[in-house]
Structures are given as C-alpha cells and as structure tokens.
C-alpha cells in the first residue's frame, strides 16, 4: 500500500512539473483583437506598442501574471503585455470561424444574432446606452489620477 502511495505522489510530482514549464522560448499568439505592449509589468506602466490578434510572438520572460514578449512580425516591438492575452494554440486571422465584433457585442450581452433580432423586433429593450457606455474610453493618466485622488488601490 505504502508503494502505491509512493508511486501516486511521484506520478503526480512528474506531472506537475511537465505542466508547470516554462513557457520561455516558446511562440505564442494573440487571443484579443488587441494587446497593449507595457514597459513594464504594471497596469498603469507606458505603453510602447501595441499587436493585433493573431500576432505570434517569442516568450522572452514570465513574472507572474505578465509575459515580456518580442513581436516575431516586427522584432523591434517587445516589451511586457498580460499572459491573459495570449495562447500557445496558433491564430489564423480573419478564418471563418472568427467571431465578428458584432458577435462578440452580443455574446457579451448574452445573446445570439436571433434572440437579439427578436428583442428588436417588439421594441421591448434599448441597448444604446450601454453601446454608449460600452464606447467609453478613458486614458489611462486620467484613470490613474482618479485612483490617487480617491486614495484607491492601484492593483498590481
């Protein structure tokens, strides 16, 4: 019994560590339409760039929850962008079975295409105030100004 154990918990140690490597030197791709490149890994940090979905980029770093990456289209662009933001699974922009931006609008939403329609259809719901609200951006100076101003947590 205590051999079985024994194995159990070294299967299990092996796996961890296979799961866990590192993804330094690995290509990876852009999941989001786009991805602000940072000087550092900090929310409010500089942006110097900025990449498109599908973009393959070379894993130089890891440090947390940020990945500092370089641009393998233009390898001038480096610099740190969200690991959220990123896939090890290849991109093709613009395939068919891309979702358009008016789909993902409505995802968001909850809704498809046809429950959408049908909402329109009886007049029941007016989405543009949250199209508008949805269309406000607020440059990051004046966000952090805000967060400092009412003594508010910056994040990481």
Not at 12 to 21: T, Y
Request: hydrophobic letters at 45%; aromatic letters at 8%.
């Amino acid at each position: 019994m205590k051999r079985i154990m024994l194995f159990t918990i070294l299967g299990l140690g092996i796996a961890g560590a296979l799961c866990a490597q590192s993804l330094t030197g690995r290509t990876m791709y852009v999941t989001t339409k786009t991805i602000e490149i940072k000087k550092s890994t900090a929310f409010f940090a500089d942006t110097l760039g900025s990449l498109s979905y599908g973009a393959p980029v070379s894993v130089l770093q890891e440090n947390g929850k940020w990945v500092r990456i370089k641009s393998l289209e233009a390898p001038e662009i480096s610099g740190w962008v969200a690991a959220a933001g990123l896939t090890t699974k290849r991109i093709i922009a613009g395939s068919s079975t891309s979702a358009s931006a008016n789909e993902i609008a409505l995802a968001g939403k909850g809704f498809n295409q046809e429950v959408e329609n049908a909402y329109k259809q009886s007049g029941a719901l007016d989405y543009s105030a949250i199209d508008a609200m949805e269309a406000i951006q607020i440059p990051n100076g004046q966000l952090l100004s805000f967060l400092r101003e009412g003594h508010l947590a910056q994040g990481e």
